[in-house]
């Protein structure tokens, strides 16, 4: 007889106490449960219940094989809903938490395709700088830039990025270029005001050296876009990540203000929580960035 209708017949005994509603459980006759789990003690050499005229108790033994007999049911049945959810085709709400300047340069140009590819996903993204709680927060996955040191999470590298201090040409023409960092400090330097830490740039020196120059004052803005803005407005040096940089230096409204300084290389990574297998839906959308972003950064964008 089948092992696992063996197992499945005595843990529904057990439960439901007796031969007769485990049964009516089952859908099958008393007669072939008791069949089972006589099989079942043969196998194994000893008796597994104690039958009364109104009970069926599990002995010492048949206790202890009940509680290893429902880690197997249980994962058995995991197994069946693992294949069966692996076969579906992707659909459900998927939410996801983004970094703003990332989500709005960059994710909202494809999610327009991915929706038209996956029809039976609806999308609900979130915008913020901060790291979400992605489980507590109900969130099925993120977009995260930076190492991702959280071991309860899963990690996939969509591209690269790098951060340099940008500013006009005509801020440099009239304010002069620095040469090292210690010349930060006679500049007009913008900042993300919604970041922690926002006040100060963590910077490396030529000598490999660890740097940190405080940027209060001159102004603060919780938009990447915007300290962009006013960069190429002439009103100092912003500190930016490249996919929000590239196309304006390319086209020469920004310069990079100390070129020397060595390019540190950050990952952008779409993250998920572990679990047993990873869901159709995030699968797919996380298949399908992995596309779209091949090839990008560090200055590629």
């Not at 197997?72 to 294949?83: H, K, M, S």
């Not at 494809?110 to 969130?139: C, K």
């Not at 007009?188 to 740097?211: C, D, F, I, M």
């Not at 929000?244 to 100390?258: H, P, R």
Request: proline share 4%; charged share 20%.
């Amino acid at each position: 007889m089948d092992r696992l209708t063996e197992m499945e017949a005595f843990a529904t005994v057990v439960d439901q106490g007796g031969f007769t509603d485990a049964a009516r459980k089952m859908g099958i006759s008393k007669s072939a449960v008791s069949k089972h789990i006589s099989a079942l003690e043969a196998r194994l050499g000893t008796r597994l219940l104690n039958r009364t005229t109104r009970r069926v108790n599990p002995t010492e033994i048949g206790l202890a094989y009940y509680d290893r007999a429902l880690r197997v049911l249980n994962d058995a049945g995991e197994a069946d809903a693992l294949v069966s959810s692996l076969r579906s085709d992707p659909a459900g709400l998927l939410r996801v938490s983004v970094a703003t300047d990332f989500g709005v340069h960059h994710l909202s140009s494809v999610i327009g395709p991915f929706l038209d590819e996956f029809p039976d996903i609806t999308l609900s993204i979130v915008l913020n700088n901060r790291f979400v709680e992605l489980a507590s927060e109900g969130f099925d996955m993120a977009i995260r830039i930076g190492d991702v040191d959280d071991a309860t999470l899963n990690a996939r590298k969509l591209a690269e990025t790098t951060k340099r201090m940008v500013a006009s040409p005509a801020y440099f023409q009239k304010y002069g270029r620095p040469m090292r960092i210690d010349d930060l400090n006679e500049h007009r330097l913008l900042h993300y005001s919604s970041q922690a830490g926002n006040a100060v740039w963590r910077l490396t020196a030529p000598s490999g050296e660890k740097r940190q120059v405080r940027t209060a004052g001159g102004l603060s803005v919780n938009d990447g876009q915007s300290l962009l803005n006013a960069a190429i407005s002439g009103l100092g040096i912003a500190y930016l990540p490249s996919f929000l940089y590239t196309n304006a230096m390319a086209e020469g409204l920004v310069e990079d203000a100390i070129p020397d300084l060595p390019m540190e290389v950050h990952g952008i990574y779409a993250v998920h929580p572990q679990g047993r297998f990873t869901q159709p839906k995030v699968r797919a959308f996380m298949d399908f960035l992995t596309q779209r972003f091949a090839g990008k950064g560090p200055t590629n964008w």
